[in-house]
């Protein structure tokens, strides 16, 4: 491989920067943040492991592009603006140069997508799978950072769009069942940074939906000292998994999967009741007094075995 470490932050890491000073050409082993008068600094980290997080022989590039994504997706539930991206990669023995070079068209892809800079991080070399990990920032006025406490007993529980693409799209890929379009779903998922300044205007609390809709509504529910309830045949549904869920002979227990599967990267947000609901945002249930999470369908109580993905 052309020159090792060095040569790697040089010549594919470096343009990552997109001239962002802050970045110090890469050729420190630190970044200069400077203060954003009247902002608060919103810095969020996810990971991303092969055989874990994606399939192994997954294109390179969509791996990138995925690992940026998810972190946009949590700065987009706290309705921050993304600024830049420190990278840590652990590349596996045998890994080669042209793995990189597809790697850093992704990166450079949704660098430009959404106006990201890598500001820096870390590269090694591991026995183990390709592991990566990304620290991202990003930027919120001061004091508007829509966080997962807030919510409170009669508010209403809003979804932004289509939940359990993310799990059926990993059947997808893995040629359980056939849908191409969700196994795309499933590479690459859309964050949803297009709602930043609504859920700030209208949010009383957020979460992107990562773990699953049940377990998100979850953990707003139990930062904000509530419970919430939802009802599942409310949820919305894409095209392929409504098609899925046709062929399905227990639609309760069809839906509480795509409920609990995970990886849909929507908004699930709690709203005052009483104001007008923003467009994009579909209520599916309730914030209460108690604590938990109760799912229903067509108004009776569901069994649910877990409410999403657990990291173990």
Known sequence: MPGGEFDWIARLLRPLTRGAPEALDLLDDAAVIPSRPGFDLIVTKDALVAGVHFLEGDPLDLVARKLLRVNLSDLAAKGAEPYGYFLTTAWPTGATWADRERFVTGLAEDGATYGLSLLGGDTVVTPGPLSLTATM????????????????????????????????????????IADASLAERYRLPSPRTDLREALRAHARAAADVSDGLLADAGHIATAS????????????????????????????????????????????????????????????????????????????????????????
């Open 225 to 312: 000292g509530c419970a919430a309830r939802i009802d599942l045949d409310r949820v919305p549904l894409s095209p392929g998994a409504a098609a899925w869920l046709a062929g399905q002979t227990d639609a309760a227990a069809a839906l509480a999967a795509l409920a609990t599967g995970g990886d849909d990267y929507q908004i699930v947000c709690a709203l005052a009741p009483e104001r007008p609901v923003p467009a994009g945002l579909t209520v599916v249930g309730v914030f209460a007094a108690g604590q938990g999470v109760t799912a229903l369908f067509e108004g009776a109580p569901v069994s649910i075995d877990r409410l999403g993905w657990t990291h173990g």
């Open 137 to 176: 920032l990003g930027w919120v006025p001061h004091g508007e950072a829509v966080l997962r406490r807030g919510a409170r007993p009669g508010d209403l529980l809003a979804v932004s769009g289509p939940i359990g693409d993310g799990w059926l799209g990993l059947k997808a890929a893995r040629g359980e």
